[in-house]
RNA sequence: GGCCCCGUAGCUCAGCUGGAUAGAGCAAGAACCUUCUAAGUUCGAGGUCGCAGGUUCGAGUCCUGCCGGGGUCGCCA
């Protein structure tokens, strides 16, 4: 199945050879000149180039010799030597029939299948979902989706950060609490009241303490070290604030529509690293330094300058060494995922595993891969961290509520499941919406408008740069937005549903009106823009391209009646529409929203 | 100080291996609801692509330098 870039590369490549060109240079793709052609190839020029020809020239002969008239007529040459194509009607027809026909709606599978695991999410276990955990699971969600949908078998991990010194500062926070650990009975009775609420309290407040605090720190990283030996009341307590935490974060999850394959976290490479530090100093790769236990990953001459507290500058290697064994002997957050991937090898067997993490994080990620690689557990290439920037309030800065705290997860979609209900409302007065809908149906209309648009706005970005998160402007509902989107296909659904009332039955596609060809041409290009969603882990190509479809399905449904007019004509529309429903749902679905059947 | 990212319309952002007259949305202006849901459509306006050089037939895109913003630099994750 070829889309029509495709169709017209493969032509071009003909002509190319038969010419004598290098058929490289053949590529034809949607112009960006709409005024002048529908496809534009700019190859002539570059093979002229190599040919040391007349690009005018060269691209008059290739227009000559071309003879898929069928597909396209012969292009015309422009400027310095562009060929611009314009599709013929049969072609164009053609190839949203075969859209309508097609489950995948158009869009081709990989052509070698891969074993992917897709780490996101990463929910930690003191640490509610807020808004800062909104880009991880969002952007992970839908590109754990878009290679699933191009035929990979992908797993898709939480990673619950459920191991590092963090336990081991919240159950000397719970010691102290209790006055000592040896009360059994006091203990069992405190573990039976930890909520999240709890943890996420409690854990900040242990925190600071072991910043200003040397010895409550290191009591908290004996802890540590104790409860990954498995020490005891360690382990109990450890328990009870992972199950408590995964119970919540899981409801959380579930709210925002991801669902992972693995609830897998930290603590479940915990066994696996005995057996992985004995392997990493069989190799030789395990040094001592400083009390510490570390794999250097600089290659000769790779280093930087940096200043030491007392302001003097020295040159050492970088990136700087990974942490393996902390001077207290417990796993650094390093280790467990190391270990992790000695654990994904082992499982899941992966050609590649996607990490999508704070771009913050590079460095760590690069000195991970780097000494998983040297230590020859996988290949350096089939790991990839798939960063994003973060999410700044309208002041640019990291965001922030009015009053200065975290925005929690449950509150924020509350807020935007407020502003939907209140749009609801107005149109119910306005009598635009219908009349019989239950309330339960209108919660679950205001949850998935909610949804749509914490979620486009977020997948709207290039997930690499940081964006400003505004709350009323994701909420206004109006242009590009995740609800515009829902609006749309649910149009189409509601005529969909009235040409079943009456009967009315979608047959051949034909396109014929200016609107129809600008709809066609934009599902035809599904499959480019899942392809560039793919390959860049970009999940933002296919939100524009959810957005084109909805706006030319919109300017289409304002300048071609479908159900008012007539035989063919009307036949033909319902067809279209019924496809571009049928790509928009999918298109969404890979975003991870999901519409509803009325609003 | 080393390394990484960013700087495009008043605001928020796209711009695929370098291609033609740099695109959307919001805001501001004009026109469209007795007709398939106006959360909509159509039209106009809005730009020295941070600055200065360079490579090229051609640079928002590649190279160098500078300015501005952010991030990061071993015992947190």
Same mark, same amino acid.
């Given at each position: 199945m070829k889309d029509l870039a495709s169709a017209l590369s493969a032509a071009n490549a003909a002509v190319f050879v038969k010419l004598g060109? #290098?058929?490289?240079?053949a590529d034809v793709r949607r112009s960006d000149r709409p005024d002048l052609a529908e496809f534009q190839g700019n190859g002539a020029m570059a093979a002229a180039k190599a040919a040391g020809k007349k690009p005018q020239e060269l691209a008059s002969q290739i227009a000559a010799a071309w003879d898929a008239e069928a597909l396209a007529p012969k292009p015309q040459v422009a400027g310095p030597g562009f060929l611009n194509f314009r599709v013929t009607e049969g072609a164009l027809s053609d190839r949203a029939r075969v859209i309508m026909g097609d489950a995948r709606a158009g869009a081709a599978l990989v052509e070698r299948k891969r074993r992917v695991v897709v780490d996101y999410g990463g929910p930690n276990v003191a640490k509610g979902m807020h808004v800062g955990h909104l880009r991880a699971s969002i952007i992970g969600e839908s590109v754990k989706r878009i290679y699933r949908f191009r035929g990979d078998e992908v797993w898709g991990d939480a990673h619950f950060g459920d191991w590092g010194f963090q336990m081991g500062l919240m159950i000397v926070s719970i010691e102290d609490e209790l006055g000592g650990l040896a009360d059994k009975n006091a203990l069992d009775a405190k573990l039976k009241t930890i909520t999240l609420d709890y943890l996420e309290g409690a854990y900040p407040r242990a925190a600071a303490k072991a910043r200003e605090d040397v010895s409550f720190r290191d009591r908290a990283r004996k802890a540590t070290a104790a409860l990954q030996a498995g020490a005891e009341p360690h382990r109990t307590i450890w328990k009870a604030m992972h199950d408590v935490s995964m119970a919540a974060q899981k409801r959380d999850f579930a709210s925002l529509g991801v669902n992972f394959d693995l609830w897998l976290g930290e603590s479940d490479a915990d066994p696996l690293i005995p057996d992985m530090v004995k392997d990493l100093e069989a190799k030789g790769l395990l040094e001592e330094d400083q009390g510490a236990r570390i794999v250097r990953v600089a290659r000769p001459g790779e280093t930087k300058k940096k200043k030491l507290d007392d302001g003097t500058v020295i040159e050492v290697e970088s990136p700087d060494p990974l942490l393996v064994v902390s001077s207290e002997g417990s796993a650094m957050y390093g280790t467990t995922d190391l270990a992790t991937i000695v654990q994904r090898v082992r499982d899941?067997?992966? #050609?590649l595993i996607l990490y999508v993490v704070d771009q913050r994080q590079a460095d760590h990620f690069e000195q991970v891969y780097r000494a998983a690689a040297k230590a020859d557990y996988i290949a350096r290439e089939a790991l990839e961290h798939v960063g994003f920037g973060t999410m700044n309030g309208t002041d640019g800065k990291p965001f922030k509520t009015r009053a200065g705290g975290v925005l929690k997860l449950n509150d924020l979609i509350g807020q935007a499941e407020e502003k939907a209900r209140e749009r609801l409302r107005e149109a119910e007065a306005e009598g635009r919406l219908a009349k019989d809908i239950s309330p339960a149906e209108f919660e679950d209309i205001a949850h998935k408008v909610a949804i749509a648009a914490i979620k486009f706005a977020d997948l709207s970005n290039f997930r690499g740069t940081s964006y400003v998160f505004d709350l009323d402007r994701f909420m206004s509902f109006e242009g590009k937005t995740g609800p515009y989107l829902l609006y749309q296909a649910v149009r189409i659904k509601s005529i969909l549903r009235k040409a079943k009332a009456e009967s009315l039955e979608p047959g051949a596609i034909e396109i014929a009106h200016e609107a129809e060809r600008a709809l066609a041409l934009t599902l035809d290009g599904f499959n480019h823009a899942l392809a560039l969603a793919y390959d860049k882990k970009a999940p933002h190509f296919l939100a524009e391209h959810a957005y084109a479809l909805a706006r030319e399905f919109s300017a289409f449904y304002d300048h071609c009646p479908i159900l008012t007019s007539e035989g063919a004509v009307r036949a033909s529309r319902l067809a279209l529409s019924g496809a571009t429903l049928k790509q928009l749902t999918l298109t969404l679905d890979l975003l991870g929203i999901e519409p509803p059947e009325r609003m």
């Open positions: 060109l #290098d058929a490289r240079h899941q067997k992966p #050609d």
